[in-house]
């Protein structure tokens, strides 16, 4: 069974950063594209960056310049930069995981960690 765990969220103030991580466990044949998505009270879920197996990167407008996203093995990483009070969210992680060479990929998604800026 696939499972994602992040941590790395909690409080800071306007201006602060953190860095988020995400664990892939479980037995499966490849990790495809990861990603960060992150979703604030009354708002839908909103991709915040993403990254394919070939490291390449996309990320939303509002936060380009200011988050990087990246990979190693099973994990993968946000490093929140500048952080403004409307970054505060609850954020995912998102895997497209390929369990065997026969099947097609699933998106598996983390519990979420919940990131708050304020001062």
């Known amino acids: 069974q696939v499972q994602l765990v992040e941590s790395g969220g909690g409080l800071v103030q306007p201006g602060g950063s953190l860095r988020l991580s995400c664990a892939v466990s479980g037995s499966f044949f490849s990790i495809n594209t990861m990603g960060w998505y992150r979703q604030a009270p009354g708002k839908e879920r909103e991709l915040v960056a993403g990254?394919?197996?070939?490291?390449s990167t996309n990320y939303a407008d509002s936060v380009k310049g200011r988050f990087t996203i990246s990979r190693d093995n099973r994990r993968v990483y946000l490093q929140m930069n500048s952080l403004r009070p409307e970054d505060t969210a609850n954020y995912y992680c998102n895997a497209e995981v390929t369990l065997t060479l026969l099947t097609l990929a699933n998106d598996y998604w983390g519990q979420g960690t919940q990131v708050t800026v304020s001062s």
């Open positions: 990254i394919s197996s070939d490291g």
